[in-house]
């Protein structure tokens, strides 16, 4: 079946540091790609996503390529602030199936 | 837009006790979903209606819960008998479900205890 995984946190950086969260995924066919990030005390909320191959979704400095060779959608940020403190959640959608999320990333920034 | 609201956003219960937990979906969305989050187990889709019919509930835990989407603008989580461990933030999220990509809307979550 259809599965996402995450690289395991959590991600401690220093603030304006580079950020990878690397994802993977396994499916049938050309499904649609999404990173969501929950705040502390907050509900998830999407982040940017990607809908075919070589797609590149991008938000608030966030970006992550559909690689449909390499079946991956890691998120990159080129300086991260304390405010990206959160989790993060990759998910992958097939139509007839509800969203499948990754376990989640916990990234904490310090000043 | 008021975004998927959920009700109460806190409850402290006893167990045994019943809980109902409550959703509004953002209006004009055709599904809705409601998922359970815990420290142990990350977060975990209970189940899904799409137009008011349940499509998969293969996530909810035992018979002690149940769910209902009576109308387009509101559904009802149920736990009865409420046990420890179901102690756990419950997210409702709802979506319009279209070809190319589903994007949901969460709710702020209901904090549930049960002592």
Redesign the interface.
């Known amino acids: 079946g259809n599965s996402v995984t995450q690289m395991e946190g959590p991600v401690t950086l220093s603030e304006e540091a580079f950020l990878t969260i690397n994802c993977t995924y396994t499916a049938t066919g050309y499904p ?1 790609l ?1 990173w969501y990030v929950q705040y502390p005390g ?5 982040l940017l ?1 990607a ?1 075919k191959a070589d797609d590149k979704g991008s938000n608030k400095g966030f970006e992550a390529t559909y690689r449909k060779e390499t079946t991956s959608f890691h998120l990159e940020k080129g300086s991260v602030q304390v405010s990206d403190s959160a989790v993060y ?1 990759c998910a992958l ?1 097939q ?1 007839g199936t ?2 499948i ?1 990754g ?2 990333t916990t990234l904490s920034v310090s000043s | 837009d008021a975004g998927v609201i959920q009700s109460p956003r806190h409850e402290v219960t006893e167990m045994g006790q019943e809980v109902t937990l409550r959703c509004k979906p953002i209006s004009g969305h055709n599904s809705l979903f409601w998922y359970r989050q815990t420290m142990m187990r990350g977060l975990e889709l209970l189940i899904y209606f799409n137009n008011n019919v349940p499509i998969d509930d293969s996530g909810m835990p035992e018979d002690r819960f149940s769910a209902k989407m009576p109308n387009a603008s509101f559904s009802t989580l149920k736990i009865q008998p409420s046990e420890p461990r179901d102690s756990a933030v419950y997210f409702c999220a709802s979506s319009f479900l279209a070809g190319d990509g589903e994007t949901q809307y969460f709710g702020p979550g209901t904090r549930l205890l049960v002592l």
């Open positions: 649609s999404f907050e509900g998830l909320q999407l996503k809908t959640f959608y139509a509800a969203l999320f376990k989640g």
